[in-house]
T-cell receptor
């Protein structure tokens, strides 16, 4: 099993550019999440999904959008990138009992 | 909303025991989790407490008191590889949403 796969691993954006962070899981988990982690800080929930076609906002959704067309994929879209979005982004999925999160390896994003 | 408090940094020596505390304030509490994160890595699951009491997994144990809104992670027989950041996270509501604390950096010294 590959688990949770994120691409790309690193990306540099210019202010105002847009991009999509890709996330895929092969564990058939219904629950998926996007978190961001600023240096020396905890993880902040951006968006989550309880299944294909169902998404909802987390703590810090502004400037981001998500979609969930399949169980496997949960892409995160950044529109009009800003320096405040410089962070490490983690995608995760959880077991059906909701007790364990599996994280991808992360995407380090810099907006300059 | 929710708030979680944990110490920012703890230092201990190899072979010792260390306890990392976490206090939380939240509505719709379902459970408390602990994750380990090495520098530059992704968080990895350590434990989950949905009920009061102690959960033991090898050298690691985790405790929850729902009435005190308090939990801790206990690491025994510390090894150098345990040097990492440790995060507590509350599970809120019935949609499996997890909210994380700011983390405790554990430094294990020889």
């Amino acid at each position: 099993n590959a688990g949770v796969t994120q691409t790309p691993k690193f990306r540099i954006l210019k202010i105002g550019q847009s991009m999509t962070l890709q996330c895929a899981q092969d564990m058939n988990h219904n629950y998926m999440y996007w978190y961001r982690q600023d240096p020396g800080m905890g993880l902040k929930l951006i968006y989550y999904s309880v299944g294909a076609g169902i998404t909802d906002k987390g703590e810090v959704p502004n400037g981001y959008n998500v979609s969930r067309s399949t169980t496997e994929d949960f892409p995160l879209r950044l529109e009009l990138a800003a320096p405040s979005q410089t962070s490490v982004y983690f995608c995760a999925s959880s077991t059906p009992d909701g007790e364990k999160l599996f994280f991808g390896s992360g995407t380090q994003l810099s907006v300059l | 909303g929710q708030s979680l408090e944990q110490p920012s940094e703890v230092t201990a020596v190899e072979g010792a025991i260390v306890q990392i505390n976490c206090t939380y304030q939240t509505s719709g509490f379902y459970g408390l989790s602990w994750y380990q994160q090495h520098d530059g890595g992704a968080p990895t699951f350590l434990s989950y407490n949905g009920l009061d009491g102690l959960e033991e997994t090898g050298r690691f144990s985790s405790f929850l008191s729902r009435s005190d809104s308090y939990g801790y992670l206990l690491l025994q027989e510390l090894q150098m590889k345990d040097s990492a950041s440790y995060f507590c996270a509350v599970k809120r509501g019935n949609f499996n949403k997890f909210y994380f604390g700011s983390g405790t950096k554990l430094n294990v010294k020889p």
